[in-house]
C-alpha cells in the first residue's frame, strides 16, 4: 500500500477535526476563531475529548458564541453550560478561565484574534506565544489551535504538533512535518493532524487491552 494510499483511508476513518465535532464552521473571521480558542480551553485540562468537545457545543449553544458574550456571561450560567455536559472537577476553575479569556482577547485584541496573527507579523512561534499569554492556554492548547487554523493561515503550515507525529511514527509514515504536508492538499492539513493524533490514541488504547491482565469473573 502506498502512503498516499494510508493516508486517504487515515483521513477516511479518523480525519475529523475538533472544531468539526464542536460544530464550529472554522473561517477566518472573528467569532469562529474565538470559538475554536474556548475550544482549546476546554482541551486544557485532563478531561475526556468527547467530554471537552460536549461542553463546548453546550457553551454555543446557549449562545456564548463570542468573547463578549462569554465575558458577560454569569458564572452560574458558565459552570450550568459545564455541567450539563459532564464537564465536572475542573468547572468552577475553567469557567473563570473562560471569563478571564474572554476579557483578554477583548481588551487585547478588540475580539478578534486576527489581530494576533497581525502582531506576530507571519511568525508561526510568536503565534503560539501570544496564544500561550491567553489564560489556560499552555502549550497543548496552543498546538491544538495551530493544528486546527493551518486551513486558515498559510504560516501556520504544516503543523504536526508531537503527539501527531509519534501517530505518524506508529504508522509508518514520515515524521517530518514537510514530509507529512507533502501526501496531502493544505485544505486536508488540519484532518490530517486531527487523524495522526486520534489514530495514535486508538493504537494507545488497542495495546492497553491487548496487554490488560487475564482476570477471572
Given at each position: 500500500m502506498s502512503r498516499r494510499t494510508a493516508v486517504r483511508r487515515l483521513l477516511d476513518e479518523y480525519g475529523r477535526t475538533h472544531a468539526e465535532e464542536a460544530g464550529i464552521r472554522l473561517r477566518d473571521i472573528p467569532a469562529p476563531l474565538y470559538q475554536l480558542l474556548t475550544l482549546c480551553?476546554?482541551?486544557?485540562?485532563r478531561i475526556k475529548a468527547d467530554i471537552a468537545v460536549a461542553a463546548a457545543r453546550e457553551l454555543f449553544a446557549v449562545?456564548?458564541?463570542?468573547?463578549?458574550?462569554?465575558?458577560?456571561?454569569?458564572?452560574?450560567?458558565?459552570?450550568?453550560a459545564l455541567g450539563r455536559a459532564r464537564y465536572r472537577r475542573y468547572d468552577e476553575s475553567t469557567a473563570t478561565a473562560l471569563g478571564a479569556g474572554a476579557r483578554f482577547v477583548l481588551d487585547r485584541y478588540r475580539g478578534d484574534l486576527r489581530r494576533l496573527r497581525e502582531e506576530a507579523a507571519g511568525d508561526p512561534a510568536r503565534i503560539r506565544e501570544l496564544l500561550r499569554e491567553i489564560p489556560r492556554i499552555g502549550p497543548v492548547g496552543a498546538d491544538i489551535f495551530?493544528?486546527?487554523?493551518q486551513g486558515l493561515w498559510p504560516e501556520l503550515r504544516p503543523s504536526f504538533d508531537r503527539r501527531a507525529r509519534h501517530g505518524a511514527a506508529g504508522l509508518g509514515l514520515p515524521a517530518a512535518p514537510e514530509r507529512l504536508a507533502a501526501l496531502v492538499d493544505d485544505a486536508d492539513l488540519p484532518r490530517l493532524a486531527a487523524a495522526l493524533v486520534r489514530a495514535d490514541l486508538a493504537l494507545r488504547a488497542h495495546r492497553a487491552a491487548s496487554e490488560a491482565p487475564l482476570t477471572l469473573r
Open positions: 480551553v476546554l482541551f486544557a485540562v449562545g456564548l458564541r463570542t468573547p463578549r458574550a462569554m465575558a458577560d456571561a454569569s458564572r452560574q450560567d458558565l459552570v450550568g495551530c493544528r486546527e487554523a
